[in-house]
C-alpha cells in the first residue's frame, strides 16, 4: 500500500485528437468483464496527449449498470463523479439515460443535459477531470475517500483556458486546487484571465525570461499590457489606425 504518483500529460488536441474506436461491442463487453484494476492500470496512456473521451462515457455507461445491478456505486465511480461535478460550474448529478442512449449532467437542478450538448470547454472539462480523477483512484484506492485529496503527482496541460469561457477561465485554476491539492499542475496559457487567477507571481513563468511583480490585485487591462505586451487595449487595432487618420 505505497501511495504512487500520478503523471498525466493533456495536449491542445485531447478533445478531438481521440484514439480510433475499436468495436463498441466488443469494448463494452471488455468492460462488463473486467477482473478488479490493478493500480498500475493508472499510468495507461499517461504520456498521450490525447484524452479519449468516449472511452470514459462507455466507461461511466457500465458503471450505472453495475450502479442499477448491485444498488450501490463503485469507488472508482464515486470518485471520478465527485470530481468532474466539483469542476463542473453548477454540476448537480451525471447519470446514463436508456431513453436517450447518452451519458447526461445534471447543470443548476433545472435540466438534464446531454454530454453531446455541452459545450467543448464542457467537454473538455469533463473528459480531463474525469480521467485525472479515475488516475487517482486507481493508483491508490487504498487511500479510500483521501484519494483525490492525498493523490501526489504532476499533470502537464497545454493551453488549459483551451475552449474555456472567461468566466471558467477566471476560477479553473482553484478548481483543480481544490479537487487535487497535493497534484502539481503546469500549464501553458494565452489567457489574462488564467494569469490574474494566480496566487503570486511566482507561479508565473514567462517564456520571454521577464520577471514578473505580484499579481495580487492586478486588473485584466494591467495583466494584458504590463506582462502580456498587449498594446492599445481600449481599443482595437483598426479603430486606432481610422482615429489616426481622421
Given amino acids: 500500500e505505497v501511495a504512487l504518483p500520478l503523471i498525466s500529460y493533456y495536449g491542445t488536441g485531447r478533445l478531438w485528437q481521440e484514439p480510433r474506436n475499436r468495436n463498441i461491442e466488443n469494448k463494452l ?24 473521451s468516449q472511452e470514459l462515457l462507455w466507461w461511466i455507461t457500465v458503471q450505472e449498470w ?15 463523479k465527485k470530481a468532474i461535478l ?3 460550474e453548477g454540476g448537480e448529478d451525471i447519470a446514463f ?30 473528459a480531463m477531470i474525469g480521467d485525472i480523477a479515475y488516475k487517482a483512484a486507481t493508483l491508490n484506492k487504498h487511500l479510500g475517500e483521501k484519494a483525490l485529496k492525498e493523490t501526489t503527482g504532476v499533470v502537464l496541460i497545454d493551453e488549459l483556458d483551451l475552449h474555456l ?36 507571481g511566482e507561479e508565473l513563468v514567462m517564456l520571454e525570461g ?25 481599443a482595437s487595432s483598426r479603430y486606432m489606425q481610422m482615429l489616426s487618420a481622421a
Avoid at 463487453?29 to 479519449?52: A, I, L
Avoid at 445491478?69 to 465511480?77: A, I, M, N
Fill in 165 to 200: 469561457h472567461p468566466i471558467w477561465q477566471r476560477h479553473i485554476i482553484e478548481d483543480l486546487r481544490r479537487t487535487f491539492p497535493k497534484i502539481q499542475f503546469f500549464a501553458t496559457t494565452h489567457s489574462p484571465f488564467l494569469i490574474q487567477s494566480l496566487r503570486s
Fill in 210 to 234: 521577464q520577471p514578473t511583480d505580484s499579481l495580487a490585485n492586478l486588473s485584466i487591462e494591467m495583466i494584458a499590457t504590463g506582462i502580456m505586451g498587449v498594446e492599445n487595449i481600449d
Fill in 97 to 126: 439515460m436508456p431513453e436517450s442512449i447518452e451519458v447526461m449532467i445534471l447543470i443548476e437542478k433545472q435540466e438534464w443535459q446531454a454530454f453531446s450538448n455541452l459545450s467543448d470547454g464542457q467537454r473538455n472539462i469533463f
Fill in 86 to 88: 466539483e469542476c463542473i
Fill in 66 to 80: 453495475i450502479k442499477f445491478r448491485e444498488k450501490k456505486e463503485s469507488f472508482l465511480y464515486t470518485m471520478v
Fill in 29 to 52: 463487453r471488455s468492460m462488463f468483464n473486467q477482473k478488479p484494476v490493478h493500480p498500475f492500470m493508472g499510468y495507461k496512456n499517461s504520456v498521450n496527449p490525447r484524452c479519449n
